[in-house]
T-cell receptor
Framework: AQKVTQAQTEISVVEKEDVTLDCVYE???????LFWYKQPPSGELVFLIR??????QNEISGRYSWNFQKSTSSFNFTITASQVVDSAVYFC?????????????FGSGTQLTVLP | KAGVTQTPRYLIKTRGQQVTLSCSPI?????VSWYQQTPGQGLQFLFE???????NKGNFPGRFSGRQFSNSRSEMNVSTLELGDSALYLC??????????????FGPGTRLTVL
């Protein structure tokens, strides 16, 4: 069975602070895929990144960076110099390679509030 | 390229009624998945369709059903509505290039309220 845990339910920071959102996953698959999505108040889930299990290279995209560590089954997301527009719910998700494992298994989400 | 579209955006129904939600995927995308989002249960997978066939199904009662048309558009139906069916229903589309490599892109959702 697949499981994703986002222990931080809510985080509040002041604008320009750095913030890290934690994600821990469980899977028996040797090949799997990890995702981060952002859900603003409008409700639509916005895709941010996909990481394959065989690629542990960390990635940076502007103010966003992701740290994937298979040894600790974690896929953490850091926002540098946060902005008010970053306020949203962020979901980490896991997907297996085929069959019933293809469905996305989501964590419970982290509500990020960036205060001006 | 247009994103995933879902209609209607909001629905209010009463218990016992049935409802049909529609989803148009991104052009060229062949797979459509549906998810239910509630405050208590979070985001839960309903089903996935590819080439007009249900490829995968989540743990939901038979009152929840869906289908996909030849143009990849999809509909989901909920019969005999219950109060607990109140939720945001999200549709996602992907290229379905094989395995789990493809990325699902989500629509804005349909917010269903059951009174």
């Amino acid at each position: 069975a697949q499981k994703v845990t986002q222990a931080q339910t809510e985080i509040s920071v002041v604008e320009k602070e750095d913030v890290t959102l934690d994600c821990v996953y469980e899977t028996r698959d040797t090949t799997y895929y990890l995702f981060w999505y952002k859900q603003p108040p409008s409700g639509e889930l916005v895709f941010l990144i996909r990481r394959n299990s065989f690629d542990e290279q960390n990635e940076i995209s502007g103010r966003y960076s992701w740290n994937f560590q298979k040894s600790t089954s974690s896929f953490n997301f850091t926002i540098t110099a946060s902005q008010v527009v970053d306020s949203a719910v962020y979901f980490c998700a896991l997907r297996g390679p085929s069959g019933s494992a293809r469905q996305l298994t989501f964590g419970s989400g982290t509500q990020l509030t960036v205060l001006p | 390229k247009a994103g995933v579209t879902q209609t209607p955006r909001y629905l209010i129904k009463t218990r016992g009624q049935q409802v049909t939600l529609s989803c148009s995927p991104i052009s060229g995308h062949r797979s459509v998945s549906w998810y239910q989002q509630t405050p208590g249960q979070g985001l839960q997978f309903l089903f996935e369709y590819f080439s007009e066939t249900q490829r995968n199904k989540g743990n939901f009662p038979g009152r929840f059903s869906g289908r996909q048309f030849s143009n990849s558009r999809s509909e989901m139906n909920v019969s005999t509505l219950e109060l607990g069916d109140s939720a945001l229903y999200l549709c996602a589309s992907s290229l379905a290039v094989g395995g789990g490599t493809d990325t699902q892109y989500f629509g804005p959702g349909t917010r269903l309220t059951v009174l």
